[in-house]
């Protein structure tokens, strides 16, 4: 499995980013996909996860204001992010693996800039 992440870029505090990630290969409907992140000079760390089945949870920090969804008709999992804040500010990264949390699969990375 690839993937393919795009949609970072910068925007303002209190904006709005949608970033997708494309995967290539046909497992794409029995995986569970998640969004990670990495803060410049902090460890990466999970902020959304999404089951086979649609479930999905989110970091504290993220909760109401993010929301992770998938189309495996197009195997594209998505992470709306709203109301975004400086500390928001890393390089994204999409997974895939047997289960939320357990990443065998890694995209590039984007980066994400909330600055004014």
């Known amino acids: 499995v690839q993937l393919q992440a795009s949609g970072g870029g910068l925007v303002q505090p209190g904006g709005s980013l949608r970033l997708s990630c494309v995967a290539s290969?046909?497992?794409?409907?029995?995986?569970?996909l998640g969004w990670y992140r990495q803060p410049p000079g902090k460890q990466r760390e999970l902020v959304a996860g999404?089951?086979?089945?649609?479930?999905?949870n989110y970091s504290d920090s993220v909760k109401g204001r993010f929301t992770i969804s998938r189309d495996n008709a197009k195997n594209t999992v998505y992470l709306e992010m709203n109301n975004l804040k400086a500390e928001d500010t890393a390089v994204y990264y999409c997974?895939?693996?047997?289960?939320?949390?357990?990443?065998?699969?890694w995209g590039q990375g984007t980066l994400v800039t909330v600055s004014s």
């Open positions: 997974a895939a693996g047997p289960r939320v949390g357990v990443s065998v699969y």
């Open positions: 999404i089951s086979t089945g649609g479930i999905t």
């Open positions: 290969g046909n497992i794409f409907k029995i995986i569970a």
